[in-house]
């Protein structure tokens, strides 16, 4: 249960900030730069995490 709740916060948090960084479009990022510029932030790097976290939780439920 703890996994599938820090998942959904954590993959949430990292969309949030994906979205709030496409800005960076206008300052004439092309995608490939703002594809590395965004898998480079610790933001992101925790929608990672929810997904790895997502699917153990998932797998877990799967099991019982």
């Known amino acids: 249960m703890v996994y599938g709740v820090f ?3 954590f993959v949430s948090i990292g969309l949030f900030f994906a979205v709030l960084y496409t ?4 300052f004439g990022y092309s995608f490939f730069n703002y594809v590395y510029f965004i898998n480079s932030r ?4 925790v929608f990672y995490v929810g997904v790895l976290c997502l699917i153990k939780f998932f797998w877990q439920r799967k099991e019982r």
């Not at 800005?23 to 206008?26: E, I, R, T």
């Open 23 to 26: 800005n960076l479009f206008a």
């Open 42 to 45: 610790i933001e992101f790097l």
């Open 7 to 9: 998942g959904v916060i």
